[in-house]
């Protein structure tokens, strides 16, 4: 039988066992950060020369140029002849539905004024350029592309650039497809640390970035992290998780599929499901070990469960919800009769799913929602990606003359008492008095 973890939440050791299961280090220890500085300096110092370099030797290819690098709108036209049309249907079809979604979010320029005549507010503008990382490992990841490009293109930036690493020279063409679906401008065959450190400071074919955004491996996290204030990234996501509330009302096998699609992922997936109901559990159980064999990434699945997946028993549905909210996962199904009724308890999640109709592979890939989620109990304090990630904001203030008046002697006496003169006299020379005798 499968081994799966099956912890009591009111057990005296379940806070220690609790801690073990979720516990996992981002950062993969000193040679890694090594490894990654050295790399991204060859890129910032030696530029294309670097690249190639690079490329090669991490992606076992061969070439000599960057120009290599570098797909052709011709190329990307081929790549969408070549997907079979209902894979073309169902990427334009998702396209649409995330393009649709993320519309909603846009934020507009505003003004107020006060009752002084001053006008206050905000300008909204796009991003000039941003880079999207889609990775290229274990999986092609088609609905990376979308998910990471469309809502970039909904704010309004000029230009998307994309990275896809393509090892030993291939490349797989529902990626390049899904690129054309969501409108991106640029396309290079880089990948890994050296591909962000490309985006992040240029080279002399790879254009710098504003942003860059996607996941990727230990090493591109890193290189993320490092280059984070020459420009900025979306987030440092660790491995992907899900947490199923369950009130024994669904199908268990629906709910151990569920399971699965987030535990084929990596090895390093977290999957976890808790219950009030123990017979449910034991259904659990056996319903996991009965499907698994039927899995064509049963090593990765059996792995993930094993080390990182549970059934976790508690007191009632509240005890759940009180369970997730101190998860904060990244994906949270609410398996339940009722879930409408549970959904406001809900305080940290990057995505909430409501009933058992409502899949996480839903969200992954064409409901609409961005599937670019906080992981690691990172949504106690961020949000999925989205098109406000692609935005900035300038503060407006345009002061009248009687407004300015209004204003002086307030700056005054603050920046007074900060003890930072200048600031109080560049007031006070707006005050509408005789100004300042230096």
Known sequence: MT????????AAEFPEQLAALTAFALEDGREVE???????DAVRHQGDAALVRLTNRFDRRTVSDTDELVLTPEQIEDAWSTVEPPERDALAEAAERIREFHAHQRDESWRMSDRHGNVLGQQVRALDRVGIY??????????????????????????VVMVVPAPDGVLEPMV???ARAAGVDRIF????????????????????????????????????????????????????????????????????????????????????LI?????????????????LPKMERRAIIETSLAHRGALIDV?????????????????????????????????????????????????????????????????????????????????????????????????????????????AYSAKVRDGSNGVDL
Not at 34 to 40: C, L, W
Not at 275 to 291: C, F, G, K, N, V
């Open 134 to 159: 889609v990775p290229g490992g274990k999986a092609a990841y088609p609905s990376s592309v979308l998910m990471n490009a469309i809502p970039a293109k909904v704010a309004g930036v000029e230009e």
């Open 176 to 178: 390049l497809a899904a």
């Open 189 to 272: 065959t880089l990948g890994g640390a050296q591909a962000v450190a490309a985006l992040a400071f240029g080279t002399e074919t790879v254009p710098a970035v504003d942003k860059i955004v996607g996941p990727g491996n230990i090493y591109v996290a890193t290189a993320k992290r490092q280059v984070f204030g020459v420009c900025g990234i979306d987030m440092i996501a660790g491995p992907s998780e899900i947490l199923i509330i369950s009130d024994g009302s669904a199908d268990p096998a629906w709910l151990a599929l569920d399971l699965f699609a987030q535990a084929e992922h990596d090895e390093d997936a977290r999957a976890i």
């Open 34 to 40: 090594a490894t990654v500085r050295e790399i991204v």
């Open 315 to 423: 007191a009632d549905l509240e005890a759940g919800v009180d369970l997730a909210n101190t998860l904060a996962p990244e994906h949270l199904e609410l398996a339940v009769a009722q879930p409408e009724q549970w959904v406001d308890r809900v305080k940290h999640a990057g995505a909430i799913f409501l009933g058992a109709h409502s899949p996480e592979a839903f969200g992954d890939y064409c409901a609409g929602p961005n599937h670019v989620l906080p992981t690691a109990r990172t949504a106690r304090f961020s949000s999925p990606l989205g098109v406000y990630d692609f935005q900035k904001r300038s503060s407006i203030i345009h002061c009248s003359p009687d407004g300015a008046r209004m204003l002086a002697p307030l700056a005054q006496v603050l920046a007074s008492g900060e003890g930072l003169a200048a600031h």
């Open 275 to 291: 219950s009030p109901d123990r017979t449910h559990l034991d259904r659990m159980e056996q319903t996991i070990a009965r499907l």
């Open 3 to 10: 081994t799966i973890k099956r912890l009591n939440a009111q």
